[in-house]
């Protein structure tokens, strides 16, 4: 790891009387195990972290200003820079807040197609969490499996709206494009090479004795410090709070399948992967219902008016991320524009907690910490 001297300042230990000399350090922004361009300024004594200081902004483009200018439909393609490993999720959220002011319904067909790439997106955004994890903490072929596995789905992606990253595929009232002819058929292969597929890696990592006692105790916070600090997702589900929206607060079409919500009580890096990787599997779970039960034929997109135009009043919905819980606050005026827009960013709200976890623990552990958080830079900074 490249870390840069800022400066150093000579201090007494009132312990030992030992002369030692604290040092701020510079971590990021460009550097791979920072997960995006972000900086945090780290005072440590000796190896030991005394205070940590995250820096934010460098990827800020103002989306939530820009969207007081942009009509409903425009702003879609700028979510997709958001949480950039899970476009579709932030592509539903904005649909759905603008939805759920007009009251509007959606076909079937496009609900099934809709939770099918937000489910198919969740495993793909793990994937890159699992391989980019273990390759901080200096594991390399995990990397190069997770990659292989999530070319398969960002190949369905490509097929079925033409991007691979940023999609801008879900429309108000529905999507924009229908499943092409065979595509089912190749998601639901996908899904049964996926879960024996599952099966290798842990293999390959989740029952490695060296693994389990780097990440174990690591980062570990309890349930009151998850909810004060208003954590969602794994993070919150790690300390032992049984909290998913898509069983909670159903959305889409959620509450036609059968699925467990995964839960831990240790609070710690190692519970944190360990509930990733059952979220894939409950992930291929719903999948494969939803691939069994896909409408033979129906619409793509409801009927919605030529012009979009809210009514004059507010709405806040939320959905569950693959990193937690999504929101989208619209304030109309009755406009094809949006008089306010903001959204409340899983990353961002997970990431004020790591000052916290960092105080008082070893360097060596810095990277595990952070990247057990699973941030994404464009939505922390928006």
């Given at each position: 790891?490249?870390?840069?001297?800022?400066?150093?300042?000579?201090?007494?230990s009132?312990?030992?009387?030992?002369?030692?000399?604290?040092?701020?350090?510079?971590?990021?922004?460009?550097?791979?195990?920072?997960?995006?361009?972000?900086?945090?300024?780290?005072?440590?004594?000796?190896?030991?972290?005394?205070?940590?200081?995250?820096?934010?902004?460098?990827?800020?483009?103002?989306?939530?200003?820009?969207?007081e200018?942009?009509?409903?439909?425009?702003?879609?393609?700028?979510?997709?820079?958001?949480?950039?490993?899970?476009?579709?999720?932030?592509?539903?959220?904005?649909?759905?807040?603008?939805?759920?002011?007009?009251?509007?319904?959606?076909?079937?067909?496009?609900?099934?197609?809709?939770?099918?790439?937000?489910?198919?997106?969740?495993?793909?955004?793990?994937?890159?969490?699992?391989?980019?994890?273990?390759?901080?903490?200096?594991?390399?072929?995990?990397?190069?499996?997770?990659?292989?596995?999530?070319?398969?789905?960002?190949?369905?992606?490509?097929?079925?709206?033409?991007?691979?990253?940023?999609?801008?595929?879900?429309?108000?009232?529905?999507?924009?494009?229908?499943?092409?002819?065979?595509?089912?058929?190749?998601?639901?292969?996908?899904?049964?090479?996926?879960?024996?597929?599952?099966?290798?890696?842990?293999?390959?990592?989740?029952?490695?004795?060296?693994?389990?006692?780097?990440?174990?105790?690591?980062?570990?916070?309890?349930?009151?410090?998850?909810?004060?600090?208003?954590?969602?997702?794994?993070?919150?589900?790690?300390?032992?709070?049984?909290?998913?929206?898509?069983k909670?607060?159903?959305?889409?079409?959620?509450?036609?399948?059968?699925?467990d919500?995964?839960?831990?009580?240790?609070g710690?890096?190692?519970?944190?992967?360990?509930?990733?990787?059952?979220?894939?599997?409950?992930?291929?779970?719903?999948?494969?219902q939803?691939?069994?039960?896909?409408?033979?034929?129906?619409?793509?997109?409801?009927?919605?008016?030529?012009?979009?135009?809210?009514?004059?009043?507010?709405?806040?919905?939320?959905?569950?991320?693959?990193?937690?819980?999504?929101?989208?606050?619209?304030?109309?005026?009755?406009?094809?524009?949006?008089?306010?827009?903001?959204?409340?960013?899983?990353s961002?709200?997970?990431?004020?907690?790591?000052?916290?976890?960092?105080?008082?623990?070893?360097?060596?552990?810095m990277?595990?910490?952070?990247?057990?958080?699973?941030?994404?830079?464009?939505?922390?900074?928006?």
């Open positions: 790891m490249s870390l840069d001297i800022i400066s150093t300042h000579s201090a007494t009132p312990d030992t009387g030992i002369r030692t000399e604290e040092m701020l350090l510079n971590v990021g922004p460009q550097h791979p195990s920072t997960h995006g361009v972000f900086r945090l300024v780290v005072k440590i004594d000796g190896e030991t972290i005394k205070e940590a200081i995250p820096v934010m902004g460098y990827l800020h483009r103002g989306t939530e200003k820009l969207a200018n942009l009509t409903y439909t425009q702003i879609i393609p700028y979510t997709d820079r958001m949480d950039y490993l899970s476009a579709m999720t932030n592509n539903y959220v904005i649909c759905h807040a603008v939805e759920t002011m007009m009251g509007l319904e959606i076909p079937e067909r496009a609900e099934f197609l809709r939770l099918i790439v937000m489910e198919l997106n969740r495993i793909a955004s793990h994937m890159v969490w699992w391989g980019t994890y273990l390759l901080d903490i200096g594991a390399m072929s995990p990397f190069l499996y997770a990659f292989r596995d999530r070319e398969t789905i960002l190949d369905l992606f490509n097929e079925l709206c033409g991007a691979r990253l940023t999609y801008n595929y879900m429309r108000i009232g529905g999507v924009k494009w229908d499943a092409p002819p065979g595509w089912i058929e190749k998601a639901k292969e996908f899904v049964q090479y996926m879960k024996k597929e599952l099966n290798n890696y842990h293999a390959l990592v989740t029952g490695n004795e060296i693994f389990i006692n780097r990440l174990k105790g690591i980062g570990q916070f309890d349930a009151k410090t998850a909810l004060d600090y208003s954590l969602s997702g794994v993070m919150l589900r790690s300390t032992g709070v049984k909290w998913d929206l898509r909670d607060e159903p959305y889409c079409i959620y509450d036609r399948f059968e699925f919500v995964p839960t831990a009580t240790e710690d890096c190692l519970a944190r992967y360990h509930l990733r990787m059952a979220e894939i599997e409950q992930s291929l779970r719903i999948l494969e939803a691939l069994d039960q896909f409408p033979s034929d129906g619409e793509i997109v409801g009927k919605v008016p030529r012009v979009i135009r809210p009514p004059a009043g507010e709405a806040f919905v939320r959905i569950e991320s693959p990193r937690g819980e999504i929101g989208c606050y619209i304030a109309s005026q009755g406009k094809d524009k949006p008089w306010r827009l903001k959204f409340r960013r899983p961002f709200n997970n990431l004020q907690i790591l000052p916290k976890l960092l105080e008082g623990v070893n360097i060596a552990n990277v595990a910490i952070l990247g057990s958080i699973d941030i994404v830079l464009g939505e922390v900074d928006c």
